[in-house]
């Protein structure tokens, strides 16, 4: 049995301890460290590893007793450690403040009582960690709410600066009625949707009456007593009961019943395709777009050639016989193989790895590329420990997986990554703050059931030359945000070729860069509609030309797209009031989306 001293010195606990500090130990090794030695037959490290295997989470309420019933421990080594265990026990609880947990709608009642007797109106916003223990109470505005002097930046801003986790909103009703107005429905939908893309998600919005209270989570729970926060280990979210309540395709039973629009059927505890934080992507404008293309075009085939999200391409399956996706991202071309494509896969199993992937503790882990790079920076240390292990895991039994099996695991993976990743929505940045969050829980994707689909990825312009279709959707970049440089994360953890990286956002050398996002944009877009073989184009725009942040400004305005599609056929332009959400640098007003359809002559 090999001794410590016959380990490399800079793998040994004591001198890793010394070099990179006890963040960068695992569990068995720091309790190598405060053993000193091993026994007969096993180092001190092999000792460790046995006893925390053993005692598991329970390690702090082991007994003398315990450890002595563990082969070659004797009484001076069990003393030792049940003497560390107690010292840390009384510091901790000596200096333990008196935080408040708020696992539910009563214990949030209990805390804002007073509001119950106040003669205006009251917003006040709960601010808490990833524990839910109470970071802050603090009063947001007083007096009616409306949603258009209420910004998400009054209440996320002061999230931010408290490394808060999550929020939940009181407000107060001095009328007597708890029941939800309108304005009350729209501003916490507002508030919602932000929150999901600062990462600061609203558990509960509470109303509170004199003698009564209206909450949102036990609501949209279908529960009329209080029910829980946390379930099995799982921090419920408004926006995730949204998303299952009333999906933002919002329509009519007799739309549904002509099978207009996909509507995702939404499983508990797993991810739709539009469970992601994507810019420009096109889930809370699909109807309109598809409401207009079932009255302007008529085929059999649609190709979606920036695709994006997926999600229009998923609607388009369920209007035309074939159906076309392209994007030049590795990450969606991987993720567009999970969600679309046609290869059996054995869910059983696939469930089975994921649940073994949830038992892993980051503390257990050894550092790894992943880690390395973006712990403690893009996500938690621990959380990016596990996700470099699962990444390197898949990798390594992709034998026996599938093609299918294997893209639905990285699927699944990239988007638990982007639910946790400690950003505004992207990877150019993250919070230089301490990073709070630290609950990573995959969950595996809920494959769509669609007929056979192609699968490109093309650089756009090529593929035109390549393809016909009967309506062809162009939804490209344009402004001068390279989506390859935004989701330069998600790439790298796709392709797992572990580049060296550079500058404070840790991006590797450049790849995929999109000529519409550069000063010839307006010649690459004349070049792809003069060569695309289709009876329709359909064109979304919006109209950020003029905004004041300049990685916003569009390459092509408004009026050259128009002119380019008119040169192919007569075109028509449809508007809609729409304002994206931005992290507070792109500031204009009047803010549109535009879509175009242009019946090519023939």
């Not at 240390?381 to 990444?391: E, L, M, T, V, Y």
Request: proline share 3%; glycine share 4%.
């Amino acid at each position: 049995m090999p001794k410590i001293k016959d380990i490399p010195k800079i793998d040994r606990p004591r001198e890793r301890f010394l070099k990179k500090g006890a963040d960068a130990l695992s569990k068995s090794d720091l309790l190598a460290i405060l053993l000193g030695s091993g026994i007969k037959g096993k180092n001190v490290r092999q000792l460790s590893e046995s006893i925390i295997k053993k005692f598991g989470k329970n390690f702090l309420n082991i007994t003398v007793d315990d450890l002595l019933e563990i082969s070659g421990i004797g009484q001076a080594k069990a003393l030792q450690i049940a003497s560390a265990i107690s010292l840390v026990k009384r510091f901790y609880d000596e200096n333990k403040t008196n935080e408040i947990v708020i696992k539910n709608s009563q214990d949030v009642l209990s805390l804002t009582y007073d509001l119950r007797d106040k003669k205006k109106e009251h917003l006040v916003c709960l601010y808490l960690n990833a524990r839910n223990t109470l970071l802050k109470k603090e009063i947001v505005s007083i007096g009616l709410l409306d949603k258009a002097l209420l910004h998400p930046r009054e209440i996320f801003y002061p999230a931010t600066e408290l490394n808060a986790a999550s929020v939940i909103l009181v407000h107060n009703h001095p009328s007597g009625d708890s029941s939800p107005s309108e304005k009350d429905n729209q501003i916490i939908e507002k508030i919602v949707q932000a929150g999901e893309i600062m990462g600061i998600p609203v558990v509960d919005f509470i109303i509170i009456s004199e003698n009564n209270h209206y909450s949102f989570y036990e609501k949209l729970n279908k529960q009329k007593a209080s029910v829980d926060y946390v379930a099995d280990g799982i921090q419920g979210t408004l926006f995730a009961m949204f998303e299952t309540e009333r999906p933002s395709y919002e329509i009519t039973a007799e739309k549904i019943q002509e099978n207009y629009f996909y509507i995702p059927q939404v499983k508990e505890n797993h991810l739709q395709l539009h469970n992601r934080r994507y810019i420009g992507n096109k889930h809370k404008l699909i109807e309109w777009i598809f409401s207009i293309i079932n009255k302007e075009c008529s085929g059999n085939s649609f190709a979606d050639i920036f695709a994006g999200t997926g999600v229009v391409s998923a609607v388009a399956t369920k209007h035309f016989e074939k159906v076309l996706l392209n994007d030049f991202l590795h990450s969606n071309y991987a993720i567009y193989r999970a969600f679309f494509g046609n290869e059996a896969w054995d869910k059983v199993k696939i469930d089975n790895i994921i649940k073994s992937y949830n038992n892993i503790y980051g503390d257990d882990l050894e550092e790894n590329y992943f880690s390395k790079n973006f712990g403690g920076k893009f996500f938690s240390k621990n959380s990016a420990k596990i996700i470099g292990f699962i990444r390197e895991n898949i990798e390594e039994n992709r034998k026996n997986l599938n093609e299918r099996e294997y893209y639905v695991l990285i699927a699944s993976l990239l988007y638990t990554a982007d639910k946790i990743a400690n950003t505004v929505g992207h990877f150019d940045a993250y919070f230089k703050k301490e990073f709070v969050n630290d609950s990573f829980f995959m969950k595996p994707i809920d494959p769509i059931d669609t007929q056979e689909i192609s699968i490109f990825q093309e650089d756009t312009n090529n593929l035109a030359k390549k393809i016909n279709a009967d309506v062809v959707y162009i939804d490209p970049p344009y402004n001068s945000r390279q989506y390859s440089r935004f989701y330069h994360v998600l790439e790298t953890l796709t392709k797992w070729d572990k580049p060296k990286l550079h500058g404070v956002a840790l991006k590797p050398d450049p790849e995929n860069m999109s000529d519409y996002c550069r000063a010839n944009a307006k010649d690459k877009f004349a070049e792809l509609v003069r060569d695309l073989d289709a009876k329709y184009l359909v064109v979304s725009y919006n109209n950020t030309y003029d905004s004041k942040s300049n990685s916003s400004k569009n390459k092509i305005t408004l009026q050259e797209i128009e002119q380019i599609l008119q040169k192919k056929g007569p075109t028509k332009v449809f508007e809609k009031n729409y304002r994206h959400f931005n992290a507070g640098n792109t500031n204009f007003n009047n803010h549109k989306e535009y879509l175009f359809v242009t019946k090519a002559k023939i």
